[in-house]
Every structure is written in C-alpha cells, then in structure tokens.
Nanobody, 119 residues
Framework: QVQLLESGGGLVQAGGSLRLSCVAS????????MAWYRQAAGKQRELVAG???????NYADSVKGRFTISRASAKNTMYLEMNLLKPVDTGVYYC?????????????WGKGTLVTVSS
C-alpha cells in the first residue's frame, strides 16, 4: 500500500504561481511513475504532468512552458511548480503513484488539493 498526501493548493490571481507537494508513504520502494492529475468541475480527470523514476517528464500541452514537475526520491516527494496560472487551471489536483504488479500496475491516489485561479 502507498499513501499519498497533497498540499499547496489555494486561491491565486491569474498570472500568479503555486507550488504543489505530494508526499508518499508506505510501500514506496516499488513506486515507478508519479504524476499530477487535475479535475475541473463537471469535467473528467486529466493528466497534467508525470515523471518516471528515471526522471523522464511529460506534460499536457496546455501546461508546457508554465508548469514544472520534479521528484525528490530520497524524500519520497513530488512537486509541481505552476507559473503563469490561468483560470482554466482551476480544479482539484491529485497526486498519483504507480507501482508494478504481476501482469500490470497498481495506481494510488491522494485525496486532492484545490487550486482556484481568479481572473
């Protein structure tokens, strides 16, 4: 089992910045990819950014150049630096961790942290 705890959400004006953190605990040694997802009201959850244990990152087109994902493996922590925030970035941001299992993967989720960007 892996537990994930997000923090850092809040209210910010358009053009501002926030830094989200996700701390993993439990059986962390098998974690491979970690990622940030977000879900706006009335919409499906979408991938924002992900990073493999080897450090390879990928981003949604909508956040490229504005958001930066990073991992501090020794501290079991993942970050999302969000700059030039837009109202469309508003939503609940969820931390995700993926561990391999026989024949597949197990996905773990945090409870989310709310980001609200005002215009």
């Amino acid at each position: 089992q892996v537990q994930l705890l997000e923090s850092g959400g809040g209210l910010v004006q358009a053009g501002g910045s926030l830094r989200l953190s996700c701390v993993a605990s439990g059986n962390i040694f098998n974690i491979n990819t970690m990622a940030w997802y977000r879900q706006a009201a009335g919409k499906q959850r979408e991938l924002v950014a992900g990073m493999t244990s080897g450090g390879t990152a990928n981003y949604a087109d909508s956040v490229k150049g504005r958001f930066t994902i990073s991992r501090a493996s020794a501290k079991n922590t993942m970050y999302l630096e969000m700059n030039l925030l837009k109202p469309v970035d508003t939503g609940v941001y969820y931390c995700n961790a993926e561990t391999p299992t026989h024949g597949g993967v197990i996905n773990y989720w945090g409870k989310g942290t709310l980001v609200t960007v005002s215009s």
